[in-house]
């Protein structure tokens, strides 16, 4: 393992991993929160759902976009002092969008401001974890950190819903702005990294912002927009949907991104990652299983929810309570793990983990029937939480290890860059499959119906192109209702929604298990050894091989 110091025991106490884990928590909570919370925020703003989603939207594509960045920046000023920065525009940004009287202010406050604060605080979060624990004791310090993150996740549902209910939706983000005030307060007890005297690469700054951001921007418009074709009366660029030149235009500017970092190292210029860190297997490895994780993750969190709250119509303190089961279990994987067992293999571990998550996957999949409950997510939840838990254990340590110490902010900003991009594809990979699922599957249903009179089979079939939204039987029986669909009609259609609906989820989980399978063919460069052993060499001078044990 490559390492400029080794920092002591004594600097891994409780207080600083609470303080790093309560942060990471903080930092993934708000999208969480929000997503139970759409309607309501929505009515309390005098805006559109469409509206809100455009702030999570843009929270998601500044946090992406300026990560790397951001990881420089940790460099330049030095990881605590950068980690406070950031707090301090992420608790102005909480307090904003506290007292936000309309959209426009919202989007300051939350999409703009928390974004660029986690942006900083992220990837100095990963370096201080670094600084403040001996190699040995990386792995759980990492592992717990990453749980807090993936329980926000879990745990949002659940306190958007109860907070949201009783009281308001405001309350989350001032509770933000005192948790930002108690972390500043204690961030004295954490060891720093000293700043290092280097300049900002402004120029591969701002191709690594335009680069993501298209790819993210058309990753997340998918959904509305279509991955290729145009949806018909949607919008299109020379025939083609919009997703398309935006993804290319981004693979194109990451290209040249890529090159100029290469051409300022050449040159023996100071370039905002450096090239030699792409090469590196062991890094390149841990990256890589973060991507799949982010976007297995990210996938099954959302679909599990709507069928907890659209098909089973369980409302936000319900479906949260459903999902906690994960939470809990990643919490204890996350912490047993190296605890237990301290010289594991990581590569081990992490097969181990994404097996879990794919039998919790396969379990979800074969649940979906009809009269299915709730009770059948109790299983697949813990599997679930077991192989994130397992995950979050060991990658972690796995990429900061890769490096010497002074290169772990920029690792934290790749890292970071690499779950938000995963998160993104996940959502929407997974949601576009669904509604396309759920939109041929109604169509086919209606149309293979004889007691739905040809006329709305026509009607049906014109007006459902475009994309059938995820109704429970109570919307879907409003909107009939509302349209004088006759009953033996109406009846009729919510049979075909609820069949429909269940080959959607069945079909979105099939292909999260599939991508969670995918990730296994990546496991070699994942390393034997566990972090911190003696012996253990140092990865570009025995790289790891691809083969499997």
Not at 17 to 29: D, E, G, K, N
Not at 156 to 168: D, E, H, K, N, Q
Not at 281 to 288: P, Y
Not at 409 to 434: D, K, R
């Amino acid at each position: 393992m490559a390492t400029d110091r080794k920092p002591t025991a004594a600097t891994g106490s409780g207080l600083v991993l609470t303080v790093l884990a309560s942060s990471q928590f903080l930092m993934t909570l708000d999208a969480s929160v929000m997503n139970v919370s759409l309607a309501t925020v929505a009515a309390d703003l005098g805006t559109t759902i469409t509206g809100i989603q455009t702030a999570v939207t843009l929270y998601t594509l500044v946090m992406a976009t300026l990560m790397i960045t951001g990881g420089k920046i940790g460099t330049i000023l030095g990881r605590r002092r950068a980690f406070a920065v950031g707090l301090g525009i992420y608790g102005l940004g909480s307090f904003v969008t506290t007292v936000a009287p309309n959209l426009t202010v919202l989007l300051i406050g939350w999409s703009l401001l928390e974004g660029i604060g986690a942006a900083l605080i992220m990837p100095a979060i990963v370096a201080l974890v670094a600084a403040n624990f001996p190699p040995e004791r990386r792995s759980a310090a990492y592992g717990l950190v990453a749980a807090a993150g993936a329980a926000a996740i879990a745990a949002g549902p659940l306190i958007g819903g109860a907070v949201t209910t009783f009281a308001s939706w405001r309350y989350v983000f001032l509770g933000e702005v005192v948790l930002v005030v108690i972390i500043l307060l204690m961030l004295r007890r954490i060891k720093d990294v000293a700043p290092a005297k280097v300049h900002l690469d402004l120029a591969g700054s701002a191709l690594s912002v335009l680069s993501l951001g298209m790819l993210v921007f058309g990753v997340l418009r998918s959904s509305e927009w279509g991955w290729i074709q145009a949806k018909p009366g949607g919008t299109e660029i020379l025939g083609l949907s919009p997703v398309v030149w935006l993804l290319l235009g981004g693979s194109v500017l990451l290209y040249v991104f890529l090159r100029w970092q290469t051409h300022l190292a050449d040159r023996g210029g100071e370039p905002l990652i450096d090239p030699r860190l792409l090469r590196n297997r062991q890094l390149t490895g841990g990256l890589s299983m973060f991507f799949a994780q982010f976007t297995v993750q990210a996938g099954v969190f959302f679909a599990v929810p709507l069928f907890l709250s659209v098909v089973l119509e369980l409302n936000a303190l319900q479906t949260g309570l459903r999902i906690l089961p994960l939470s809990l279990a990643l919490l204890v994987a996350a912490g047993g793990i190296p605890k237990l067992w301290p010289h594991a293999s990581p590569r081990r571990v992490v097969r181990l983990g994404l097996m879990s998550m794919i039998a919790g996957i396969l379990f979800l999949v074969a649940g979906m029937d009809p009269g299915a409950n709730a009770a059948v997510v109790a299983v697949p939840m813990v599997l679930l939480g077991l192989g994130l838990g397992a995950l979050a254990a060991q990658l972690g340590a796995v990429t900061v290890s890769a490096v010497t110490d002074s290169q772990s902010a920029e690792v934290g900003g790749l890292q970071n860059t690499a779950t938000n991009l995963g998160a993104s594809l996940g959502t929407a990979l997974i949601g576009s499959v669904l509604i396309a699922t759920l939109s041929a599957s109604i169509v086919a249903g209606i149309q293979a119906d004889p007691a739905v009179p040809p006329s709305v089979k026509e009607q049906a079939t014109t007006e459902l192109a475009t994309g059938v939204p995820f109704l429970s039987d109570t919307e879907l029986r409003t909107k009939l209702e509302s349209a004088a669909v006759p009953e033996d009609t109406s009846a009729n259609i919510l049979e075909v929604n609820s069949t429909a609906r269940l080959d959607a989820l069945r079909v979105a989980f099939s292909l999260a298990a599939f991508l969670a399978v995918g990730a296994l063919f990546f496991t070699g460069r994942i390393p034997r050894q566990p972090v911190g052993a003696p012996d253990r060499n140092d990865i570009d001078a025995t790289p790891a091989s691809d083969n499997p044990e």
